[in-house]
């Protein structure tokens, strides 16, 4: 471990800046989808503005996105890729800033391609924040073996290693930053800071539960992709379950509605305003994801007092076995349905909200803003 990564792990380590700084900057946050989407890069992006809005007052902090809101082709695979690189090289190739985060690395390519173009204006630094790193969460998109699966794997990690030369790398996670190193060879240089439960949604989910008197037991899905985050486990669980808890329900969040089944609700793509009433109208989360670089999700469903019923894929440090619901091993349907029988215990889960919302208050965005602020000022030209 670098003595940069030792300065920032865990993320409650962060010490806060105090508010002035050496001297106001321009900081551009760069994704591919603007921060009001609903997805987990978006909202650590929405909540770092509100953050450095707060302890640095003085700064100008712009967001650059490669797609508009609920865009289509952000959607399609490996175009997506091609277009947003070079989008993103368009839009900032004429930026003034003092520096960069980049939350999509793999578009860093298009970034540095055009601003070798003549009339390209000044260098800023260029920081990769990686919110994954590697083949695997790529190939987990679809059932394995797919074809497309694995061509997108390969385009994403031959981006992801013209990524490499940065001025700078931020991971969201441990386990990303072991990932760059085994898979990347990266040695040096990264900063980990862990993401955070957005202020905005943690003031949100802290009021009293909304789920109505009577109503059985409540459960809850988010993600953006179906396979890459167990949803098909999901239901199988909860079918299952219905067995035992014929009043079990499940919430679907993030994608489109799938076949009418009993007992499942589908609500669509939620924008990040309504995401905390969907946590408070739940008992708990299931989460059987197949590949996690941190867990956004899990965290903001803590935060709400949801006991959490997650896949062992999640990152180390942020869901204990027992204490904040369960941990399963594999994707089998029938583990995660005996974790929900064994949650449909009000008293247990009463039990657990008290501590899941004891324990996240370690992902801080207070030492998240923190973090960034560190990088900023030890990477701008005359700090």
């Not at 957005?198 to 949100?204: E, S």
């Not at 942020?318 to 583990?335: E, K, L, Q, S, W």
């Amino acid at each position: 471990m670098t003595s940069t990564e030792q300065a920032a792990t865990p993320a409650g380590t962060v010490g806060r800046p105090e508010p002035g700084g050496d001297r106001p900057l321009t900081v551009v946050m760069v994704t591919r989808r603007p921060p009001t989407e609903s997805g987990g890069v978006e909202r650590v992006v929405t909540g770092l503005l509100t953050e450095l809005a707060r302890i640095r007052p003085a700064w100008r902090v712009d967001t650059v996105s490669a797609f508009p809101a609920r865009s289509r082709l952000a959607g399609m695979d490996g175009l997506a890729d091609l277009v947003a690189g070079l989008r993103l090289g368009w839009r900032v190739r004429h930026s003034t800033a003092d520096v960069i985060f980049v939350h999509c690395p793999e578009c860093l390519w298009g970034i540095r391609l055009l601003r070798r173009l003549p009339g390209a204006q000044g260098s800023p630094p260029l920081v990769a924040v990686w919110h994954g790193a590697g083949p695997e969460p790529h190939l987990r998109l679809r059932r394995p073996g797919h074809p497309l699966a694995w061509a997108l794997a390969r385009i994403r990690t031959a981006a992801e290693r013209r990524a490499l030369r940065m001025d700078g790398h931020i991971a969201v996670h441990a386990r990303v930053a072991d990932d760059l190193r085994s898979l990347y060879g990266l040695r040096d240089g990264v900063t980990i800071i862990e993401n955070a439960v957005d202020a905005a949604i943690l003031d949100r989910v802290s009021g009293p539960a909304e789920r109505p008197v009577g109503s059985g037991l409540n459960a809850l899905w988010v993600g953006q992709s179906g396979y890459l985050k167990g949803l098909d486990v999901a239901l199988a669980a909860v079918a299952e379950a219905r067995r035992d808890l014929p009043e079990l329900r499940l919430s679907v969040v993030g994608v489109a509605a799938g076949k009418p089944t009993q007992g499942v609700d589908w609500l669509g793509v939620l924008p990040p305003a309504k995401m905390a009433a969907a946590y408070r109208a739940a008992d708990l989360l299931i989460f059987p994801s197949r590949y996690e670089s941190f867990g956004l999700v899990t965290i903001e469903a803590m935060a709400a007092g949801l006991p959490v019923i997650v896949s062992d894929v999640i990152a180390s440090g942020i869901v204990t076995d027992g204490r904040n619901g369960a941990v399963v091993a594999g994707h089998d349907p029938a583990g995660y349905a005996a974790a929900l029988r064994r949650l449909a215990d009000p008293a247990l889960r009463a039990a657990i909200a008290q501590t899941n919302r004891e324990d996240v208050r370690r992902f801080s965005a207070g030492s998240v803003g923190a973090g960034y602020v560190a990088v900023a000022e030890s990477l701008a030209p005359g700090q």
